[in-house]
């Protein structure tokens, strides 16, 4: 299966989204060489209940049957994101915030009775 980054991308932060609901925004960050095959998506996600450890830990996954492509995920607290902004905090390496898509949680409407 080729790796359709863009919409595996999607797939995985909407899936983020739902399996985690502490989690309020998504940035996908877009390498220099995000076309390459052996360039990973990378997401930085942003979850109110994640521990502050002062730092951003990121986690690569492999390749697997739903997800032909590699993946690497940091999930960092409201108050890190803060201090990524402010400079205080380093991303990992390559890892770029003005060139990154931001994703927000989108509200769900409530029924009206």
């Given amino acids: 299966m080729l790796c359709n980054k863009d919409k595996l991308a999607d797939q995985l932060i909407d899936w983020h989204f739902k399996i985690e609901p502490s989690t309020i ?20 996600e942003v979850n109110e ?3 502050e450890t ?3 830990d990121a986690f690569a996954f492999g390749p697997t049957a739903e997800m032909p492509c590699s993946t690497i995920v940091a999930i960092v607290s409201g108050g890190e994101m803060k201090d990524i902004e402010a400079g205080k905090i380093k991303l990992p390496e390559g890892w770029d915030l ?10 769900r409407r409530h029924a009206r009775m």
Wanted: no cysteine; aromatic share 6%.
């Fill in 98 to 107: 003005p060139s990154s898509r931001k994703f927000a949680r989108r509200r």
């Fill in 54 to 56: 002062g730092r951003v």
């Fill in 49 to 51: 209940d994640t521990p």
């Fill in 25 to 44: 925004l998504v940035y996908r960050i877009i390498s220099p060489d995000e076309e390459s095959p052996d360039e990973p998506i990378k997401l930085l």
